[in-house]
């Protein structure tokens, strides 16, 4: 799918979104446990989030999100799928395929695992592809169901986390131009997978939150300055930075720790709370549609999760106009 917009960089063409239409506010969620709205939203910044509904699952969100990106680029097809997720509709076969399928592609379409990360983990995959030649365009989708693997009666988890999807379309482009992915850096540390787990045999996530939270500031603004100091840019010239929504205190405290006064921080997480894969892109199309972000905004991603794992990108913000779209 080459054309008019290549030009020997990777850019970021389409922008989509998807969120189950029921809302469970932090009341609800409070029913039957040691806890309040009050707590959840002063910890957390959290006040609501979207719960799919009996039958819908992770591939259900992804498709709808994944068509919206292909709107939002103005195409009808790309030549891979590639699903960031940790809530697979099955633990075998993978759930990209079946998304693709349902796009109406029969292109290459596998699943990447890694966590909360996953999204940041999935641009490097995309540009580091198109960038080697073995494809012209990636549809990266962002999605997870974790209603399906949190226990309702865990106060800690519980509060914590929504079900969402957003994705991006990835195709060849100007290397600086509009929605240019300028670089992304990786990392991990598997001694703490112990921190976000299901254990094994159990059917329910467990966290430790409060070391998950310290190791994600210090990560998260390591990682997110490194990547900036590669592309050469200045911290003090970024427009937004967007890290994962886990907790608004953790986004806050590693703005601090950037230098970055707070209203360059976005964040959706008072009304999706903790989506995992889909955090990030719901996040850019929730800022693109509010015009917080504008084309040739210069964008610090950030992410943190289980894996451990974490990663970082500078993104120039494209000009495509991000949809959005309900399902279940
Ligand atoms: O997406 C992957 C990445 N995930 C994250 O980054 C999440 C990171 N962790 C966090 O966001 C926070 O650690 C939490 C939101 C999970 C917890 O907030 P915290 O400020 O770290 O609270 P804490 O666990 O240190 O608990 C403080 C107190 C404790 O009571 P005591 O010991 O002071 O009496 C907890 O038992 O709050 C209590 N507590 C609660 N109270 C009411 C813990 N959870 C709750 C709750 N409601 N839901």
Not at 3 to 19: A, E, Q, Y
Not at 82 to 101: E, F, K, S
Not at 290 to 302: M, P
Request: hydrophobic share 40%; net charge negative.
């Amino acid at each position: 799918m080459t054309g008019p917009r290549d030009g020997g960089g990777v850019v970021i063409t389409g922008i989509g979104s998807c969120l189950p239409e029921a809302v469970v506010t932090n009341e609800e969620v409070s029913r039957n446990l040691d806890t309040d709205h009050a707590w959840i939203h002063s910890r957390t910044g959290i006040a609501s989030r979207h719960r799919v509904a009996s039958g819908i699952e992770t591939g259900d969100l992804a498709v709808t999100a994944g068509a919206a990106a292909l709107k939002s680029a103005g195409r009808d097809g790309c030549d891979l799928v590639l699903l960031a997720t940790t809530t697979p509709d099955r633990r075998c076969p993978a759930t990209a395929p079946r998304v693709a399928a349902e796009l109406g592609l029969r292109v290459p379409a596998f699943d990447l695992a890694a966590v909360c990360s996953g999204f940041v983990y999935g641009l490097s995959v995309a540009t580091s592809m198109i960038g080697a030649g073995s494809c012209d365009s990636v549809l990266l989708i962002g999605a997870d169901v974790y209603s399906s693997i949190v226990d309702p009666d865990d106060r800690v988890t519980a509060p914590l986390f929504g079900d969402g999807a957003g994705a991006v379309l990835l195709e060849r482009g100007r290397p600086d131009g509009p929605g240019a992915v300028l670089r992304t850096e990786l990392g991990s540390d598997g001694s703490g997978d112990g921190l976000i787990t299901i254990p094994k045999g159990g059917a329910y996530l467990t966290m430790d939150g409060p070391e998950v939270y310290k190791r994600a500031v210090t990560t998260m603004a390591e990682s997110a300055r490194s990547v900036a100091g590669r592309v050469g840019w200045d911290l003090a010239d970024i427009d937004a930075f967007i890290g994962h929504q886990a907790n608004i205190r953790i986004l806050k405290a590693v703005a601090k720790r950037l230098g970055l006064p707070p209203e360059r921080v976005i964040s959706n997480i008072e009304n999706v709370g903790n989506t995992a894969a889909a955090s990030i892109p719901l996040a850019l199309a929730d800022a693109a549609a509010a015009g917080r972000i504008k084309e040739g905004d210069k964008l610090l991603l950030t992410a943190f999760g289980g894996g451990l794992t974490w990663g970082s990108s500078a993104v120039v913000w494209t000009g495509a106009e991000p949809v959005h779209d309900v399902r279940g």
